[in-house]
């Protein structure tokens, strides 16, 4: 069973900076993708960015230019840097992994922004 523990939420002032990280808790278990969703209050949750095995990104046009999705080289954790924090940015974060067909959800990590 492949669990994701997603750490780096926090309260931060609109402007700020935060970031994310999501571990695999399983080694030599590679994934497709992994990526992050949000869901923020009374909203729906919705896709945020991707990292495919290969490297390759994409991201929401709402955080585009402003936040940053990265992964170690083992491909076992990935990150987001958030930068240039608005209030609209605040929800909770979910990391999401795909391999052989199955997603894989962590329980999520909190981002508050102050305005």
């Known amino acids: 069973q492949v669990q994701l523990v997603e750490s780096g939420g926090g309260l931060v002032q609109a402007g700020g900076s935060l970031r994310l990280s999501c571990a695999a808790s399983?080694?030599?278990?590679?994934?497709?993708?992994m990526g992050w969703y949000r869901q923020g209050p009374g909203k729906s949750r919705e896709w945020v960015a991707t990292?495919?095995?290969?490297?390759?990104?994409g991201y929401a046009d709402s955080v585009k230019g402003r936040f940053t999705i990265s992964r170690d080289s083992a491909y076992t954790t990935v990150f987001l840097q958030m930068n240039s924090l608005e209030p609209d940015d605040t929800a909770l974060y979910y990391c999401?992994?795909?391999?052989?067909?199955?997603?894989?959800w962590g329980q999520g990590t909190q981002v508050t922004v102050s305005s």
């Open positions: 999401n992994a795909f391999q052989g067909g199955l997603y894989y």
């Open positions: 399983r080694s030599g278990f590679t994934f497709s993708s």
């Open positions: 990292i495919t095995l290969n490297g390759n990104t």
